[in-house]
């Protein structure tokens, strides 16, 4: 599983590793659970845009999500 952010296409994380050096961002994975959840700390307006969820699968399969910040 891969978090990108679209805007930039930065790849935020792979599996539980991290690569950004925002360390706002991480990823959580609660044991025995099919859940892979992007979190952001201290959100920031210029964190708001598109970001997606990636399945490394073939077909690769991905679900888009938008972030507003008000």
Known sequence: ISWMRMRDMHILTSSTITYTGDARFSVKHPEGSDEWLLSI??????????????????????????????
């Open 41 to 70: 700390n201290y959100v920031q307006p210029r964190d708001a845009g598109l970001y997606e969820c990636q399945v490394n699968t073939e077909p690769k399969m991905k679900l888009g999500f938008a972030l507003r910040v008000e």
